[in-house]
T-cell receptor, first 116, second 110 residues
Framework: EAQVTQNPRYLITVTGKKLTVTCSQNMNHEYMSWYRQDPGLGLRQIYYSMNVEVTDKGDVPEGYKVSRKEKRNFPLILESPSPNQTSLYFC???????????????FGSGTRLTVV | DAKTTQPTSMDCAEGRAANLPCNHSTISGNEYVYWYRQIHSQGPQYIIHGLKNNETNEMASLIITEDRKSSTLILPHATLRDTAVYYCIVNTGANSKLTFGKGITLSVRP
């Protein structure tokens, strides 16, 4: 089944303890992106990647890092999490050029992160 | 990317057609209209997209006005499971950033 898989689904952590949220897609998509969703602020892009070893900042990159060493994986790294990073996070992927059956973005199921 | 304007909410009866409007008066010639929906805290789901012709797939139909300044997403026979926030997004293509607005909350009533 074509999908974007995020792990973990839920995570509670303490301030300052480094964590990684993994994202993997099995559709050979070139483009991957991370979003966070907060009440009243909607979905905002954190980082995106156009292809392997190519990453760039989105609208709210502060406090986050990403890497794209392989096409299928795009982990989100919080080096020193803070309470204001408590949020619902989504990973998404899409092909560089739409092709049959692959239009638009495919989103993961989300990771609900709480930083205390 | 061009900005879109949607009503805040609407409702419709189960089994009836749901017509969700979207204004995008500043859309440029190379921008597509995309529709996504998000069912309570799940990941957004792609529904349909179009450039200037009307489009239909197994989920919905998309009607784009001739001047491309507005569009309507049509769910022909709404079910309770269609209750969600629907986002209309204008975008130049698959590898461009999606900018989500507040969307329209559709409530399907029994």
């Amino acid at each position: 089944e074509a999908q974007v898989t995020q792990n973990p689904r839920y995570l509670i952590t303490v301030t300052g303890k480094k964590l990684t949220v993994t994202c993997s897609q099995n559709m050979n998509h070139e483009y991957m992106s991370w979003y966070r969703q907060d009440p009243g602020l909607g979905l905002r892009q954190i980082y995106y990647s156009m292809n392997v070893e190519v990453t760039d900042k989105g609208d709210v990159p502060e406090g986050y890092k990403v890497s794209r060493k392989e096409k299928r994986n795009f982990p989100l790294i919080l080096e020193s999490p803070s309470p204001n990073q408590t949020s619902l996070y989504f990973c998404a992927s899409s092909p560089r050029v739409p092709r049959r059956g692959h239009y638009g973005y495919t989103f993961g199921s989300g990771t609900r992160l709480t930083v205390v | 990317d061009a900005k879109t304007t949607q009503p805040t909410s609407m409702d419709c009866a189960e089994g009836r057609a749901a017509n969700l409007p979207c204004n995008h008066s500043t859309i440029s010639g190379n921008e597509y209209v995309y529709w996504y929906r998000q069912i309570h805290s799940q990941g957004p789901q792609y529904i349909i997209h179009g450039l200037k012709n009307n489009e239909t797939n197994e989920m919905a139909s998309l009607i784009i006005t001739e001047d491309r300044k507005s569009s309507t997403l049509i769910l022909p026979h709404a079910t309770l499971r269609d209750t969600a926030v629907y986002y209309c997004i204008v975008n130049t293509g698959a590898n461009s950033k999606l900018t989500f607005g507040k969307g329209i909350t559709l409530s399907v009533r029994p």
